[in-house]
């Protein structure tokens, strides 16, 4: 299985910040959509950060509450790691742990083009378990 | 694989707070410790909630800073799902993907015993692909 598989079901829409947005808008744009991470993107639409839920926390405990009124490339972490559509499911576990990360954002020809969560990879395996399972019931049903 | 699995290599170790404790605090101590949630426990060591980096951002979007100012107990998620050292990890992964969580409380006749995180399941997967793997290289190189 590969990223494409996973960007298939979810879709591709990302929400980006630019970088001088403040935090306490961005914590909720997370909440109001449920989600893990906005990739910061900057006027030409490079990609020059990410910002998670644990940035917010970081960002509390190192500046108490009034970090919420600072922008966003004040916390975001700069060393964006990133996959491909072509990248296979094992591969992304791999840069997830190794990186301590939860989010990658997908990039193709330079453009973001979708974000993968562990939350994704991990549906996705079970998915994976599931059809492998259907598939050797179904091989023994008819053996 | 089975939960014990992954507590035999990270241990039992479980950071906990009362439901009292400030919300500024529990940020400080997830910050401190680089983990991404806290078991709430009351005065009797029973579990009463658990407390994520997600609960925190959705406490300042809906409440504002003041939000960091008031107890654990107005933001924490009271439903518990939790898991024993005997669960599989497959299993743990369909509790993850199913309540849309990333933390499960290890618990052992009634007492807490640990804590499994998504990132723990998917580190363990990968272990567990790359002994297949080896098992593999050595059958045939002994072949």
């Known amino acids: 299985m590969h990223v494409s598989t996973i960007l298939a079901q979810k879709g591709n ?12 808008d961005t914590a909720s744009l997370l909440a109001k959509n449920g989600i893990g991470s906005v990739v910061v993107v900057d006027a030409g639409k ?3 950060g990410i910002l998670s839920e644990r940035d917010i926390v970081h960002a509390l405990a190192s500046d108490g509450t009034s970090a919420m009124s600072r922008p966003v490339k004040d916390y975001m972490s700069k060393d964006v790691v990133t996959c491909t559509a072509e990248d296979s499911i094992n591969h992304l576990m791999e ?3 190794k990186n301590r990360i939860r989010h990658l954002p997908v990039v193709e020809a330079g453009r973001l083009n979708g974000i993968v969560s562990i939350g994704d990879v991990v549906k996705c395996r079970i998915a994976e378990a599931e059809a ?3 598939a050797l019931k179904a091989y023994i049903a008819t053996g």
């Open 13 to 24: 829409a990302v929400y980006t910040v630019e970088p001088g947005q403040m935090l306490t």
């Open 46 to 48: 490079d990609i020059c």
């Open 95 to 97: 840069l997830m742990t």
């Open 132 to 134: 492998e399972s259907d």
